[in-house]
């Protein structure tokens, strides 16, 4: 079976392949041209992860990498490359995108939907009709931040956050019109915000959360207290806008890809199959607001409404505007259909502040980046 896979050099896209490897005996990866080899970033990857050396040793001959650019007609091929490719394949992942949440609404839509489409012209031109993975976002559900959110809904009522969720909005609208218009089925995968432990490495993508450590970083230059083991007293208090009883989903990404590649494999033929691949526990913003003060001595209060004052540190700590709304959320996603399909499998992983603050690496690379600024 020819599987292929675009964006595996992702945070996502790199436990794909190697869940997929377990699989397969090749694979065939779709790399995003001109940005780096990628036969090198995935082999980094998984020498930093422990993979047994014998995978490491044959994944040059494991992985055939076509350089594709996703936001070009026919990925950038020539009629005849994409013509054979197209024809070799029985199933194709897409896990390419644009996860930048404060990206212009024309940069997302060119990679997230265009892309999109551009992969499904792909799947249409193939002579064994291969099978399409999407892997699409839990945010697709918008700005509605309480209740909850079924695998089977897709609305555009609530507004969205940001221009990421828009565009991926807007591309699973147009993987179910292409499904309906083709016959074919599709999977829709669904991943809430993916995290991991595995400490950060320059050679690595960057981790969603890595934001945190930005802000970190930005408070601790802002508030003047590089390297200082500042008493509880002399933290400067930073305000910022959002639900002291909010909530998000966090979901480990190696668990994720596993349980992905599983629905993958077991879900029925049906026109088009959408699951909320999540964690089973939500965590609380609190949490995240204590990690924020473990890695810079402040103090992080969370207000109903943005300080119409801020101070120069608050104004500095504001460095995502696209996942601030996130503060506020007390949203939940079902996966039943998930369980359903797989029973009740817990990822058995804890995802606290420990968790977190291991993946994100912070209190070193923080303090020492504003030490020698
Ligand atoms: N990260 C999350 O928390 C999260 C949560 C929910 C859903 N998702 C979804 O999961 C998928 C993977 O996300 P991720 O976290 O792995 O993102 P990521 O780390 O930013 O990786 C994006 C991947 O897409 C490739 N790519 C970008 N532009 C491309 C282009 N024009 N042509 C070809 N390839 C291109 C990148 O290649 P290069 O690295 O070579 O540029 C990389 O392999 C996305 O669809 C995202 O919407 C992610």
Do not use: C
């Not at 190696?254 to 699951?275: G, W």
Request: avoid cysteine.
């Amino acid at each position: 079976m020819r599987v292929a896979l675009t964006g595996a050099t992702g945070f996502l896209g790199l436990r794909l392949t190697r869940e997929l490897l377990r699989q397969h005996g090749s694979l065939t990866v779709l790399a995003h041209a001109g940005s780096g080899d990628a036969l090198r970033r995935i082999t980094r990857f998984m020498e930093l992860t422990d993979a047994p050396a014998e995978l490491v040793a044959d994944l040059p001959s494991r992985l055939r990498v076509v350089e594709t650019d996703l936001a070009q007609p026919r990925l950038g091929l020539s009629g005849d490359v994409f013509g054979r490719l197209a024809d070799e394949l029985d199933v194709i992942w897409h896990s390419a995108g644009n996860i930048d949440l404060d990206d212009d609404l024309v940069n997302l839509r060119r990679v997230n939907v265009e892309g999109t489409r551009n992969v499904l012209e792909l799947a249409a031109a193939g002579a064994r009709e291969p099978a399409v993975h999407h892997i699409s976002t839990a945010f697709v559900g918008g700005a509605l931040r309480e209740g909850v959110r079924y695998e089977d809904e897709l609305d555009d009522t609530h507004g969205f956050e940001n221009g990421y969720e828009r565009s991926k909005y807007e591309a699973e609208v147009v993987v179910r019109a292409w499904s309906r218009a083709h016959g074919r089925p599709v999977v829709i995968l669904r991943p809430s915000i993916l995290v991991t432990d595995l400490p950060a490495d320059p050679e690595l993508p960057a981790h969603p959360l890595q934001f945190i450590t930005r802000i970190a970083t930005s408070a601790l230059r802002g508030a003047d207290l590089a390297g200082a083991d500042v008493p509880d007293e002399a933290r400067p208090v930073v305000r910022i806008k959002g639900h002291l009883r909010g909530h998000l989903n966090l979901m480990p990404v190696e668990h994720a890809a596993a349980v992905m590649v599983r629905l993958a494999d077991r879900s029925p033929s049906a026109p088009v199959r959408t699951y909320h691949v999540v964690h089973e526990h939500d965590v609380a913003i609190t949490v995240l607001a204590a990690l924020v003060e473990r890695l810079a001595p402040v103090k992080l209060r969370i207000v109903e409404k943005e300080p119409d004052d801020p101070t120069p540190l608050e104004a500095l700590s504001d460095l995502y505007p696209g996942f601030t709304p996130y503060l506020g959320h007390r949203r939940r996603f079902d996966d039943t259909r998930v369980r359903t399909l797989l029973g009740s499998a817990p990822s058995g992983i804890h995802v606290d502040i420990d968790y977190l603050s291991a993946g994100l690496s912070v209190v070193p690379s923080a303090r020492q980046a504003a030490s020698a600024a």
